[in-house]
């Protein structure tokens, strides 16, 4: 049970003799998957305030410098990722903006926000406006604002990053395991296909890694929203100088996750930090999105491949690529899922489409060039494109 270190007590339970095998897991032991997906996304940064200071982090701005992206300028980025071919407006911040960060609650006020999360609530709104299906990374929330934010977002995420208590996290304003764990355990009760992840090489050990995927595991087995886990290596950056996890340490990892997840959870890593090619027959699925219009701005330092670069992935594996919606298919309604893919079970027995709200399932079903390029990527049939040998 992960709890006291905090105020957030979540019973979630991990045993001790599954930690000792997933600690025995070797690439050799895991099957590789039979395709590779990935998800084709504007980034869009809402506002670079975070009331942390993880070491590791070159995303969050300090009181005065960060930034806030005002209305205008989301509507013109998801026209820009519209007008490219994307399915997914990806919305990061840090996490809730503390008091400290005053010009940015004044300029909320001004615009007629009460909070950042209010705001982003109107962000997706003005995603799904111009052909986008908005997937959020807003932090650690509460069940009510899934509640309120869930109504805008075809999925939602945050890193679990890890369970152990590591240094990296540590000062006056540090985020918790307790936390993170709390906010996938709210996302779960209220319906949200959620995507999460674990940070590899922040200072935590192998039964770190462990515990951290079998936690994971353990909210999914009771919700069933978990959709992938990201298995993120840490990278140097102007603000710290963790080394980056070795190719072999990743390849265990990756097998590790694999192993500890059941088969409908996708394991991914971003291709634009791991060695993607050298970790597909360990487990790999998925490699997350990939945006052909803006920069990672988590990693600045590191762009994204191109199609061809995923192509090239793929074909290191010998699989082939598809490309996806923010939001897995099974989760998605009866006709829109590919064949041969069945639906996760409901969160509510009286609606058998609850997991995607309304205003998404409009936005997916309109009858638009966005609506088509949707449901063609939902279905298995576009548009992904280049590959001309
Ligand atoms: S990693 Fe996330 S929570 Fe930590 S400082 Fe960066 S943006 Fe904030």
Redesign the pocket.
């Known amino acids: 049970m992960f709890a006291g270190a905090d105020e957030y007590d979540v019973d979630v339970t991990v045993d001790e003799r599954a930690v000792e095998r997933l600690l025995s897991v070797r690439p050799a032991d895991v099957d590789a998957a039979d395709r590779l997906t990935f998800a084709r996304n504007v980034f869009i940064p809402l506002t670079?305030a975070?009331?942390?200071?993880?070491t590791?982090?070159?995303?969050?701005d300090v009181p005065g410098e960060a930034s806030l992206l005002s209305p205008e300028e989301v509507r013109e980025q998801c026209r820009v990722g519209a007008d490219a071919g994307c399915t997914e407006a990806l919305f990061?911040?840090?996490?809730d903006p503390d008091e400290r960060y005053t010009a940015i609650h004044e300029t909320l006020t001004e615009w007629g926000f009460d909070s950042v999360h209010e705001y982003l609530y109107r962000a997706c709104e003005i995603a799904l406006e111009e052909g986008l299906l908005p997937h959020s990374n807003p932090?650690d929330l509460t069940e009510a604002q899934f509640a309120d934010l869930r109504e805008v977002n075809a999925s939602m995420g945050v890193?679990l990053?890890t369970t152990a208590d590591v240094d990296a996290?540590s000062g006056g304003r540090r985020?918790t395991p307790g936390q993170r764990l709390n906010t996938i355990r709210a996302a779960g009760r209220q319906g949200v296909p959620f995507t999460t992840g674990i940070l590899v090489g922040i200072g935590e050990g192998w039964r770190d890694r462990a515990e951290s995927l079998l936690a994971i595991r353990d909210l999914h087995e009771r919700h069933g929203h978990v959709q992938e886990v990201i298995v993120q290596n840490v990278v140097p950056n102007e603000r710290s100088d963790f080394p980056k996890p070795d190719r072999d340490t990743m390849r265990r990892v990756v097998a590790m996750a694999r192993a500890a997840l059941p088969p409908e959870v996708s394991v991914q890593v971003p291709p634009n930090l791991s060695p993607a090619a050298e970790l597909v027959d360990c487990g790999i699925d998925d490699l997350g999105g990939v945006s052909p219009v803006t920069d990672d701005y988590?990693n600045p330092a590191y762009e994204w491949p191109d199609l061809r670069g995923l192509e090239a992935v793929a074909d290191a594996g010998g699989v082939p690529l598809r490309e996806r919606l923010p939001t897995y298919a099974r989760y998605l309604p009866d006709d829109l899922r590919p064949a041969g893919v069945g639906p996760a079970p409901s969160p509510d027995p009286a609606d058998r489409e609850a997991w995607i709200p309304a205003a998404v399932r409009e936005r997916i079903a309109a009858d638009d060039v966005h609506g088509r390029r949707l449901r063609a990527v939902a279905r298995g049939d576009g548009p992904l494109a280049v590959r001309s040998d």
């Open positions: 670079t975070c009331r942390y200071t993880c590791y982090c070159t995303y969050y990061t911040f840090g996490d932090g890193m990053e996290h985020k988590i």
